[in-house]
C-alpha cells in the first residue's frame, strides 16, 4: 500500500463508547444570560459544597501527609471499623462488620464502574452485535435496572458494560421477558434530585421482588444524614436489620462523605454489604488500582466518629432550604418530594426549559429536570450549595 493509500483509508473498526454528550454544557446560553445581571449570578444548579471542609478533617490529612508507601485498596484496618461503626451507629445497619467494607473514589466512580465489575453486559455472541440487541431492548443482555428519575451515571454505568438500562421505580413495570434480565438493580434513596425517600416498607419490597430474582441491589445513600421532617432522625438503608433481617446477600450500601462533610475534593466514600460479593470487589479493585490516598483514608476515619460537624452542616442546610422553599412558593413554584438531600425539586407545571430561562433572566441558574429522563421535563433542581450571602440574593430576585 502507498503512502497516499495508507493516508486515505478508513479503519477496520470505531473506537470510543460514544457516550452522551455531559449534559451540563446544555445550560452554557443561560448561565450566560444570568450572568448578565447587574449584580451577577446565583447558581444554585449544582450541588458541589462551597462551605470549608471542617478543621477536624483539615488537621486529620495533614497529620498523615506522610505517606510513602502504597495505600490498600480495601482500606485500613481502622478505617474499615470506623466505617463499620458509623453504620452500626448511624443506620441501624447492625450486621455490618469491617470485612464487609471498601472505601472507594468517590460514589460517583463506584456507581459508573459496578456493572463491568460484576461481570454484566452482553451474553452469547459478540460483544457488539449483543450491544445492538441491547439498544432494541431484546437479546440476551444483562438488565441493569434504574429508578424513572435519575442521576444518569446510573445508565451510563450500565452502558459502559455493554449492559440494558431499564428505567422503572418497581419490577412490576417490567415485563416477564426483561425481568428474568435483571442482573442489577440501583436505587437512590434520598434520591437526586427529587429528594424523595424510600421507606422501610418499600426497601424491603425491593429486597424481596430483588431476591426472587437473584439481582444484586446497590443503594446510592450518599444524602442519608440530611433528612428533613419526617426523616429529620434516621433515613432509611438497604442495610438496616429491619429492611432485610439480617442478611445482607447481595445487597450493597453506597455512602459518601461529600455532603456531610464537604470532602468532596478528598473523594472520600464507601461501600458497604455483600459478603460473598466483597472480595471479588475487592480482588478486582486491587488489580485496576483503584485505592484511596492513605491520607484521605485517615481523614475519613476521623471525620466518621464525630457526628458533631455533620449536624452544624445539615443546619446551615436547614436554614438555606428554608428560605429558598418559602421565597419559590411565593413565586408560584409548587415543591414536590424534597424530603431529603441538597435539592429542591420545583416546577412551575411548564417545561423546565421555559423555567431556566425564567430564573436566567432574574440571575439565578438551575439544574433542568430533563438532565434525569423523560420524567423530570416540568421540573428543575435547586440546590441548597451556594454561599448565605447568594441564597439571600436569589431570595430577593425571586420576589
Known sequence: MSTSERS???PSASFGLHLPDYPWELLAPYRERAHAHPDGAVDISIGTPVDPTPQILQDALAEATNSPGYPTTQGTAELREAIAQWWRRRRNATDVSADMVMPVVGSKEFIAWLPLILGLGPHGGEKAAAGA????GHG?????VCPRVAYPTYAVGAKLAGAEAVSADSLDELDDATRSRVKLIYLNSPGNPTGSVLSRDELARWVRDAREIGAVIASDECYA?????EWEDSVPSILDTDVNGGDLTRLLGIYSMSKQS???GYRAAFVTGAPELMPDLINTRKHAGMMIPGPVQHAMTVGLADDA???QQKNLYRARRELLKNALEAAGFSIEHSE???YLWATRGEDCWDTIGWLADRGIIAGPGAFYGPH???HVRIALTAPDERIQAAVERLK
Open 133 to 136: 440487541d441491547a439498544a432494541a
Open 309 to 311: 460537624h455533620v449536624t
Open 8 to 10: 486515505t483509508a478508513q
Open 340 to 342: 431529603a438531600g441538597l
Open 140 to 144: 440476551n443482555t444483562d438488565v441493569v
Open 376 to 378: 423530570g421535563t416540568q
Open 262 to 264: 464537604n470532602l468532596a
Open 225 to 229: 444524614e440530611l433528612g428533613w421532617g
